[in-house]
């Protein structure tokens, strides 16, 4: 698993600090922060996704067998690494992709929202609010564009080129003694044929939600446009081009399916490749802003509809979209529940395709919530044919079980 290589590293910094005649104990603190700040990350999302896992903190081996931590157990740990690491990084780099403090505090923000800890996690949050160290970026799709990133919105990416197309690693290629490669090769899958292969079809549910209101100038939402390539793409928004040629609807290659462009390089090449530039945004200040409103509701109730409004028109208002008291949704005002099921589409407006979407509808109550959950199942076919309680977290891998007698299987599988 690759989230446990990542450990393996972190820990190996960590366990063999004290070895090493550091410069100053502020400096040794610092790489520390950096390692713990990654295996924080790493733990978080084994925690978010597959419940329980073993806490390895030392230099493991392949005949270890560790034993299974409980989610509670795996929480406490990120919160201690995060924690060290927000005390111990410094606010920026000159370096583009470096983890720094704010980071740390982001994820402490995630890790608590979605672990019930919500007066925490708005404190954390508006660290990071409150650094005024970063702002929303004009055009939304400058997040995720090769020539606009590491910008004004960014808190951490994952630095990625094509400078170096090699395959090590990939496709059961091995790694050892294989070049390093440093593209993502997630555009090949999302694209539909004959750019991409498309194994990423977007469900029309997704389409309809942006077409609920229209923007200040009449049009569509500008994220539908920015998101999605669907078959009304060039009559709801005339004079778009995707792949650099294509002008209208391509009936014999995408029939009458909908595709993810957010990560595709559409805007600057007309093929797709194994290998694309464009950073992976892991954090960005549109989430925090999204994120605070929601801690403000759960923390507050009705009393902070306002306040949260505000943020939440913050991103509205970038893709040209009205304040929520302009909008046809301004009813979603008059109550904190009616807020929070607008802020729920609101973020997937925003987020579509980042990641986070299956955490959120855990938070939200999938496997948890009869009706949320019937309504999550009404929108996709995949939940409605395979979803049942236990089944908001991930399988434990078989390999993994079978290997490991201190390891048990998840509920539902």
């Known amino acids: 698993m690759y989230l446990y290589q990542s450990v393996f590293r972190c820990n190996q910094v960590v366990v063999h600090a004290e070895e090493v005649e550091w410069e100053s104990e502020s400096r040794k603190n610092e790489v520390l922060a950096q ?21 390895v903190d ?26 060290f690491a927000a005390e111990h990084l410094p606010e920026s780099w000159t370096e583009p992709g470096r983890i720094n403090r704010y980071f740390a505090y982001s994820f402490l923000g995630k890790l608590y929202m979605n672990s019930g800890q919500w007066s925490k996690a708005k404190d954390a949050f508006e660290k990071v609010i409150k650094s005024g160290k970063y702002q929303l970026v004009a055009n939304y799709r400058d997040n995720f564009r090769h020539d606009t990133e590491n910008n004004s919105e960014s808190i951490f990416e994952i630095q990625n080129s094509d ?56 049009g569509f939402d500008i994220r539908l446009r920015d998101n999605i390539v669907y078959p009304e ?31 595709t390089t559409d805007y600057y090449r007309s093929i797709t490749t194994f290998y694309s530039p464009i950073n992976t945004r892991i954090l960005r200040y549109a989430d925090v802003l999204l994120s605070y409103a929601e801690c403000l509701i759960e923390c507050n109730g009705a009393a902070s509809i306002d306040d ?28 904190a529940d009616a807020f929070m099921k607008r802020l729920r589409i609101e973020r997937e407006k925003e987020m579509c395709f980042e990641y986070d979407r299956f955490m959120d509808l855990r938070r939200w109550g ?31 891998p078989l390999s993994e079980v079978s290997n490991n007698p201190n390891l048990t299987q998840n509920d539902g599988y």
């Open 308 to 335: 949260a409004a505000a943020y939440v028109n913050l991103v509205r208002e970038r893709a040209n979209m009205y304040p929520l008291d302009e909008s046809v949704h301004a009813s979603c005002l008059s109550s």
């Open 163 to 218: 400078e170096n197309q090699v395959m090590g690693g990939y496709y059961g290629i091995g790694n050892d003694g294989a070049e390093c490669g440093y593209a993502s090769y997630r555009e090949k899958f999302l694209s539909g044929s004959p750019y991409g292969w498309g194994d990423y079809i977007v469900y029309d549910w997704l389409i309809d939600m942006y077409k609920d209101e229209r923007n200040k100038d009449g």
């Open 233 to 263: 793409l060039f009559t709801d928004f005339p004079g778009e081009v995707v792949f650099m040629n294509r002008t209208e609807w391509d009936y014999a290659n995408w029939s009458s399916l909908s595709w993810c462009r957010k990560y």
């Open 366 to 396: 999938l496997g948890t919530d009869a009706a949320y959950t019937a309504e999550v199942k009404a929108r996709s076919k995949k939940y409605d044919s395979n979803f049942k309680p236990g089944r908001e977290w991930l399988p434990i």
């Open 35 to 55: 390692a713990r700040a990654i295996r924080g990350m790493d733990y978080y999302y084994l925690a978010m996704l597959w419940k329980k896992a073993p806490i």
């Open 58 to 83: 030392w230099i493991s081996s392949p005949s270890d067998q560790p034993s299974e931590a409980t989610f509670e157990e795996l929480v406490d740990f990120i919160e201690a690494d995060f924690a």
